[in-house]
């Protein structure tokens, strides 16, 4: 994020791995961001939060309720200056160096807490009984996934290396990217998905392809977003 802030031209920062590959061409990201007008993707849960990660250090400071998701998420510029540049978040960083598992702490917590008003956070809850807010910035087939989605690859710490089996699920996702690959198992999986992008960022250079983004522009977590000027 430090290196990224020195450069004016972006509206949106992304997060990756290098084990992963995209599942939308950079055509089609641009018109999902500029559907999101500002609003931040990252995953939160409290229900499901492993609660203990923080149990044994001090209460949160600023009243904040510790939320637990990923590392990777979506977030606008004005996010981005929050978390390098405001006091509360310094001061939250530091907090959660005492937890386990930080960075599965720091973005989240920082996105679902709307006290603290951050521009493009969500001011909702981000679970019910029943509905859990989207997570579209990258799919991963958890072994305990509520969705039942099989691993036709292997599975690693609860993880599914993905293999050639697993290509129609990984098309059908509306996620921006998808991990797991390993460049050195089932190979041709990888080789498949990356000529399926391919074929797809030509047929959009070319303008034989149309992309439609109603699935994005019907996500709930839209509407109920801290208010950001326009991007």
Same mark, same amino acid.
């Given at each position: ?81 929050? $978390? ?9 960083? #530091?907090? +959660? ?5 930080? %960075?599965? @702490? /720091? ?80 190979? $041709? ?9 391919? #074929?797809? +960022? ?5 303008? %034989?392809? @149309? /992309? ?20």
């Amino acid at each position: 994020m430090d290196d990224l802030w020195k450069y004016k031209k972006w509206k949106y920062f992304i997060n990756l791995t290098g084990q992963e590959y995209p599942l939308r061409t950079n055509y089609e990201l641009v018109k999902i961001l500029k559907v999101y007008d500002g609003a931040n993707d990252a995953e939160g849960t409290i229900k499901r939060a492993n609660k203990e990660r923080w149990q044994n250090v001090e209460p949160a400071p600023h009243g904040i309720t510790p939320i637990k998701g990923s590392l990777h998420i979506t977030a606008n510029r004005a996010f981005v200056d929050y $978390v390098l540049h405001n006091e509360t978040a310094q001061v939250f960083l #530091n907090w +959660t160096k005492k937890t386990q598992i930080p %960075d599965e @702490t /720091f973005f989240s917590s920082l996105n679902h807490n709307p006290q603290l008003n951050i521009p493009g956070s969500y001011k909702g809850e981000p679970e019910t009984d029943s509905v859990i807010k989207p997570f579209l910035t990258r799919f991963v087939n958890w072994e305990s996934t509520p969705f039942g989605w099989k691993c036709y690859g292997k599975r690693v710490r609860s993880v599914c290396i993905f293999g050639v089996e697993d290509i129609p699920l990984l098309l059908s996702r509306p996620e921006f990217f998808t991990n797991k690959f390993y460049i050195d198992y089932q190979p $041709v999986a990888l080789d498949c998905i990356e000529e399926f992008h391919y #074929n797809r +960022t030509r047929d959009q250079y070319e303008q %034989d392809w @149309t /992309f439609n983004t109603t699935y994005y522009e019907n996500l709930p977590f839209l509407k109920n977003v801290v208010k950001i000027n326009k991007i």
